[in-house]
Nanobody, 117 residues
Framework: EVQLQASGGGLVKSGGSLRLSCVAT????????VSWFRQAPGKEREGLLC????????YYEDSVKGWFTISLDNSKNTLYLQMNGLKPEDTAVYYC??????????WGQGTQVTVSS
């Protein structure tokens, strides 16, 4: 089993940047696809982008392409989400996710990002 701990959220002005981190502990060996999701108030959780062990990034949400960057530091078992050019509509709870080859999903606890106009 994998445990995920997300951090780095906060309050930022429109146009600002934040970097979220997600540290994985437990059974971190093996093949996982790691992703970032977010859930805005009153909306469903949506997938943003993911990265695999070969460093290939896939975007699920076109609106963040060019603004958000995902990266993985395997030596630290840490996933990052660099968010630039933040807009008020990016306000949400951000979750990291790891999915193993059997399809089991592991979730971090979420970190709140609030973007003021």
């Amino acid at each position: 089993e994998v445990q995920l701990q997300a951090s780095g959220g906060g309050l930022v002005k429109s146009g600002g940047s934040l970097r979220l981190s997600c540290v994985a502990t437990g059974r971190t060996t093996g093949t996982y696809t790691v992703s970032w999701f977010r859930q805005a108030p009153g909306k469903e959780r949506e997938g943003l982008l993911c990265i695999n062990r070969e460093d290939v990034t896939t975007y699920y949400e076109d609106s963040v392409k060019g603004w958000f960057t995902i990266s993985l530091d395997n030596s630290k078992n840490t996933l990052y989400l660099q968010m630039n050019g933040l807009k008020p509509e990016d306000t949400a709870v951000y979750y990291c996710n790891a999915r193993d080859t059997t399809g089991i999903n592991y979730w971090g606890q979420g970190t709140q990002v609030t973007v003021s106009s």
